[in-house]
C-alpha cells in the first residue's frame, strides 16, 4: 500500500500539532505516493514506527490511499465481498477499531507457526487495514490450528473460512 499526504497532514505538519507524535512526523516526511508501506515502516522501525502509528495517520486523514490505487483496491472488495462481514467501509471507525484488535492475534497466529508462516507474517505485518487482514484468513486458516482461525476472525468480526 502506497499513500501520500493530504493538505491536512501538511498542514499538521508544518503547526507540529500534537496529533502527531515524533514518530508519526518521520514517518510522514517518507510518504510521497510511490514508496510502499513497508519501506517506510523498514526505514523508520528503529524509531519505534509501527502499523498502529500509519493507521491513527490516515484516520485523522492526514495520509490517504493515490487515488488510482484507491479505486483499484476498492473494485476487489466489491467483487469478492465477504460474507456476513460488517461494513466497515462505511464506518471507518469500526473498521479501525477491528483492525486494531484482530493485528495483534494475527500477528501471534502466524509468528507462532514459525518459518511455515514467515510469509504469512510478513503480509500480515504488511496489511495496512481491516479489508487486507480479512483477505488474509483464508491463507492463514489453511496454516494455522482452527481454535486460532477461529480467535482470528472473531476479532475480525467474520465468520471462520469452512
Known sequence: MRYQKTE???QAFKQRTPLMSARQRAAFLLFDGQR???????????????????????EKEFL????????????PATENPTPSAP????????A????????????????DLGLRGFRL??????ASGYHELVALLPAIAKSAPAEAVRELAKALGVPPPP
Open 64 to 75: 490517504q490511499a493515490p487515488v488510482a490505487q484507491a479505486g483499484a483496491s476498492a473494485a
Open 8 to 10: 491536512a497532514g501538511q
Open 36 to 58: 510502499p508501506l513497508e519501506v517506510v515502516l523498514s526505514s523508520t522501525a528503529g524509531l519505534g514506527v509501527t502499523p498502529a502509528d500509519i493507521l491513527d495517520l490516515v
Open 87 to 94: 461494513t466497515p467501509a462505511n464506518d471507518k471507525h469500526r
Open 121 to 126: 507474517n510478513l503480509a500480515v505485518e504488511a
Open 96 to 111: 479501525a477499531e477491528l483492525y486494531q484488535r484482530a493485528y495483534p492475534v494475527a500477528t501471534r497466529i502466524t509468528a
